[in-house]
T-cell receptor, first 113, second 114 residues
Framework: GENVEQHPSTLSVQEGDSAVIKCTYS??????FPWYKQELGKRPQLIID?????GEKKDQRIAVTLNKTAKHFSLHITETQPEDSAVYFC????????????FGKGITLSVRP | ETGVTQSPTHLIKTRGQQVTLRCSSQ?????VSWYQQALGQGPQFIFQ???????GRGNFPPRFSGLQFPNYSSELNVNALELDDSALYLC?????????????FGPGTRLLVL
């Protein structure tokens, strides 16, 4: 089955700096890669996703890049703000009938004011 | 548009008991997936329901079972509760056919087994 790993496990950045969170996956048949943000005591919130036919996707201050050959994808957050502090999960899935999400263990991002 | 809702928010049970958790999918969504999230971990896939039938199951024993109703709401049932079942149980709904992998989560039910 699919195995998703996230690195690093914690990340601390100064407000205004950029943050990059990396994930690797094992199943070459996976072709959907979402990122979720989970604040303490709240639901995982889908913040951006990318499909395998696209190499990069941007939405305001966040972007995701995908390297299918190397089986890794990354979340980029620019101009970080204290409200970006949360746990970020990456996941991988096939599409359609086999669409179960396999999650990484999560990364705790702390943005220092 | 109404988001995914779950009930109850919190639950305390004792070992050996049975529990039923409920999920209402987002308006227009016909697929519901259930996940277990242990403290400090990522969600683990339990199973998915599509058009009232189980469509894929993760590495969970048969005492975890579910249902989906004609209005696309869903239940997760866990029999013979064990201490390790203590976790946050999340359901997620997906839009109609073609985007079942795009999943939006509810707030979860926090289950404590004593």
């Amino acid at each position: 089955g699919e195995n998703v790993e996230q690195h690093p496990s914690t990340l601390s950045v100064q407000e205004g700096d950029s943050a990059v969170i990396k994930c690797t996956y094992s199943d070459s048949a996976s072709n959907y890669f979402p990122w979720y943000k989970q604040e303490l005591g709240k639901r995982p919130q889908l913040i951006i996703d990318i499909r395998s036919n696209v190499g990069e996707k941007k939405d305001q201050r966040i972007a995701v890049t995908l390297n299918k050959t190397a089986k890794h994808f990354s979340l980029h957050i620019t101009e970080t703000q204290p409200e970006d502090s949360a746990v970020y999960f990456c996941a991988a899935s096939r599409t359609g009938a086999n669409s179960k999400l396999t999650f990484g263990k999560g990364i705790t991002l702390s943005v220092r004011p | 548009e109404t988001g995914v809702t779950q009930s109850p928010t919190h639950l305390i049970k004792t070992r050996g008991q049975q529990v039923t958790l409920r999920c209402s999918s987002q308006s227009g969504h016909n697929t519901v997936s259930w996940y277990q999230q242990a403290l400090g971990q990522g969600p683990q896939f339990i199973f998915q329901y599509y058009r009232e039938e189980e469509n894929g199951r993760g590495n969970f024993p048969p005492r975890f079972s579910g249902l989906q109703f004609p209005n696309y709401s869903s239940e997760l049932n866990v029999n013979a509760l064990e201490l390790d079942d203590s976790a946050l149980y999340l359901c997620a709904s997906s839009p109609r056919d073609g985007f079942r992998e795009t999943q939006y989560f509810g707030p979860g039910t926090r289950l404590l087994v004593l």
